[in-house]
């Protein structure tokens, strides 16, 4: 009978290997090293090794590179927020909330981020948060694609594996009780997610939720605190719930850090072999057949090419305040300068930069300027009022002059938005703007009682030679009676309805009767507002008005229409607009007369007269 063969050794995993040699080790008295690339060399010092864990153990599909599966090695963004992640790791206080160029794979990066924790800690609840199904399911399945692909000797085995969730369960790798899951917000369930409990939370695209965005973030945040919270977005518009989270973050307020990334964060957005040309001090972008045939081309299409450069005031002049190409080309230098990715020598000149550029030039050709500065953004200020409804365009809402006192033989309005005086109510504003100019040269806005908003005016008005004086009568009556009582009401602007206006031009009436009759002040209505705002946007939009307050220029990015309405956003405020809208009304529309009445200083003047 012939011998009988030994069986034949089942292959071993890795792992087992090692947990042998730990075992050996251990009897002996040894301590070894973890074996590099190990689930235990991984966890040394966490997460000193995630950046080496995503980069070499986890795999996505480069839409850029026809789907292919690769590496996810991080880009420059990517690797700012793995930074920031690590100290939040730390820090639990701290939340980072990032406004993004379209595609840059921010969300992306996340996904494989808390996939790294979950893996490499035990007990972790990710949550992704979607804007909607579509992006959900997209959210998953690359998530399952990263945990697919993962080595055997590093994939730990999942106890549930559905659609929108994905739980491990393997002792043998130390991976046990973590959770990941996706979800959307479904309207008039926003507080959903308040019973749970997450040690990651990653909101992605939250202007765009359905239902009441404000309502889930926070519930999900709540949800979230004591671990690592973090937020993601193109924007929507100035006011929402992302862009105070972002406002927050640049600040430097409530452990908020926000992250700003231009497309030129994006390698791919480049065209290859574009170059720069100097041809007779101007300079040229080609690329294809406009390179190659440069120097033949009808002079037209070689203007075409030129690349822009114009000045402050031309931009000002522009309906779309867009950066120049020349000034483009500047931003975009310094960045691959920071990131490494041209020498220190390189101008803007160099074909790196000439690349950037002419993809910058042909996406505006596709999507106009509009459209390019909210989903390719240049500066963090365009994308947001470019998108919330605003009635002024951010091009024009800027400060263009200086606050300064009178000059010799101008004149003046002096505006007053009274309030109550309550901290954490509307505060009041006072705004001067010169007829003779159309500046404003004087801004405050504050808390204080009517009867000193009426002595700030009346001083004001001294100051500014006489100045008229005009003030929101809605509320404003101690400040009117105040100034009438302090012998100012001669300078009070009064408001004479249509019906009297046809009185005075008929003959009916003098002027002087009707002024005596006319309230003082204006009375604000909705038909009212619509009108000073519209003429104020005018007046701004063509340089009429300057401002010289970047108070009036912040309220202008969140003043909208709603409806028939015109007011700020939920919470905001609007008084600084009003003030410079109803006092622009009265600078070019009062008529400016020889003043043929006097106030007689007493507490029964005109206001009191008329039922105040």
């Keep these: 009978m012939p011998p009988q063969r030994k069986a034949k050794q089942q292959a071993t995993s890795v792992d087992d290997i090692l947990r042998r040699a730990d075992a050996q080790a251990a009897g002996a008295g040894v301590t070894l090293d973890a074996e590099p690339y190990t689930l235990d060399w991984y966890r040394e010092d966490y997460p000193a090794r995630k950046r080496e864990f995503i980069e070499r153990e986890i795999k996505i599909r480069d839409a850029f590179d026809r789907n292919t599966l690769k590496d996810f090695i991080l880009n420059d963004a990517q690797v700012e927020l793995l930074d920031s992640g690590n100290e939040a790791f730390f820090d639990a206080s701290l939340e980072d909330y990032s406004l993004k160029c379209r ?32 992006t959900l399911r997209a959210l998953m399945r690359s998530l399952k694609g990263m945990y697919d692909n993962l080595r055997p000797e590093i994939k730990p085995a999942s106890k549930y594996n559905s659609v929108y969730d994905l739980e491990f369960a393997d002792e043998e790798k130390g991976v046990v009780g973590s959770r990941i899951s996706v979800s959307a917000v479904v309207p008039g369930q926003e507080e959903k997610g308040r019973g749970d409990t997450f040690t990651r939370l990653h909101l992605t695209e939250i202007p765009f939720w359905r239902g009441d965005a404000e309502t889930a973030a926070t519930a999900l945040c709540d949800a979230a605190k004591g671990g690592v919270i973090s937020g993601e977005s193109t924007a929507k518009g100035v006011g929402d719930w ?36 100097h041809r007779d001090g101007t300079r040229y972008l080609a690329v294809g057949a406009n390179l190659e045939n440069f120097d033949t081309l009808e002079p037209e299409r070689q203007a075409a090419l030129a690349i822009s450069n114009y000045t402050a005031e031309e931009r000002l002049a522009r309906t779309l ?58 500066n963090d200020i365009d994308p947001f009022a470019q998108t919330g409804g605003t009635v002024f365009d951010q091009a024009y809402t800027v400060v263009a002059c200086e606050p300064r006192g009178a000059i010799e033989g101008h004149s003046y309005v002096v505006g007053l938005d009274p309030s109550m005086g309550i901290d954490g109510a509307d505060p009041a504003a006072v705004t001067v703007i010169d007829r003779t100019t159309g500046e404003q040269v004087h801004h405050w806005a504050g808390y204080e009682k009517q009867d000193a908003q009426a002595k700030r005016v009346c001083a004001l008005s001294d100051i500014y030679n006489a100045a008229e004086i005009v003030i929101e009568s809605n509320m404003g009556e101690a ?24 009185d005075v031009e008929d003959g009916k009436v003098t002027m002087r009767d009707a002024m005596l009759r006319a309230r003082p002040g204006v009375q604000m209505t909705e038909r009212f507002k619509r009108l000073i705002i519209g003429m104020f946007e005018k007046a701004w939009r063509e340089g009429d008005f300057k401002a010289c307050a970047q108070e009036l220029c912040e309220e202008s990015r969140v003043f909208v229409q709603n409806g028939e309405r015109m007011e700020a956003k939920s919470g905001f405020h609007d008084d600084i607009i009003m003030v410079n809208g109803f006092t622009w009304y009265v600078v070019v529309s009062s008529h400016v007369v020889t003043v043929d009445f006097v106030s007689s200083g007493q507490k029964l003047g005109s206001a009191r007269l008329k039922g105040y």
């Design 242 to 277: 992302f862009h105070r989270k972002y406002t927050q973050g640049k600040l430097h307020q409530g452990g908020v850090r926000a992250h700003f990334f231009e497309w030129w964060w994006n390698r791919n957005y480049r065209i290859a072999g574009a170059q720069i040309l």
């Design 103 to 134: 595609r840059l794979g921010i969300s992306t990066f996340y996904c494989a981020s808390y996939l790294t924790d979950a893996i490499l800690e035990s007990g972790h609840h990710v949550r992704i948060v979607a804007q909607d199904p579509s």
């Design 479 to 502: 400040a009117i009676l105040e100034c009438e009582r302090l012998g100012y009401g001669h300078r009070l602007y009064k408001h004479l309805d249509v019906q009297t206006q046809r």
């Design 321 to 378: 305040n867009l950066q120049s190409e020349s000034d483009c080309t500047q931003q975009v230098l310094a960045h691959l300068k920071r990131k490494g990715h041209v020498e220190e020598s390189a101008d803007w000149t160099c074909d790196e930069v000439a690349e950037c550029l002419a993809w910058r030039r042909q996406e505006i050709a596709k999507k106009g300027e509009k459209k390019f500065r909210v989903e390719y953004p240049e």
